[in-house]
């Protein structure tokens, strides 16, 4: 599977913005999705995960309640909703097929796409 991250920009604190990513190639729906990002000097961390159906979500401590992943198996697209955008969510963002046993195993990584939180 090829995935294609889109949707990364300029914002303020506050703001809201809608990360999608795009899939092709092998079925979508046979995959658990995901969202990590990795802020300047960091280690890449995990942000969400959503089962192949959609039935089961998870979120980081640190987004939750503000993000909120989903996807849309017609449309082969995932998305992240980040809502109340702080300057610390600043990261490249990069979305990940896989599959979630006790917690989100990633095997196929997008190419990443930049989010910057201005104070």
């Known amino acids: 599977v090829q995935l294609q991250a889109s949707g990364g920009g300029l914002v303020q604190a506050g703001d809201s913005l809608r990360l999608s990513c795009a899939a092709s190639?092998?079925?979508?729906?046979?995959?658990?999705m995901g969202w990590f990002r990795q802020a300047p000097g960091k280690e890449r961390e995990f942000v969400g995960s959503?089962?192949?159906?959609?039935?089961?979500?998870e979120h980081a401590a640190s987004v939750m309640g503000r993000f909120t992943i989903s996807r849309d198996n017609a449309k082969n697209t995932l998305y992240l909703q980040m809502n109340t955008l702080k300057p610390e969510d600043t990261a490249v963002y990069y979305c990940?097929?896989?599959?979630?046993?006790?917690?989100?195993?990633?095997?196929?990584w997008g190419q990443g796409t930049l989010v910057t939180v201005s104070s």
């Open positions: 990940a097929a896989g599959s979630w046993i006790t917690s989100f195993q990633p095997r196929y």
């Open positions: 959503i089962t192949r159906y959609g039935g089961k979500t």
């Open positions: 190639g092998r079925t979508f729906s046979m995959y658990d």
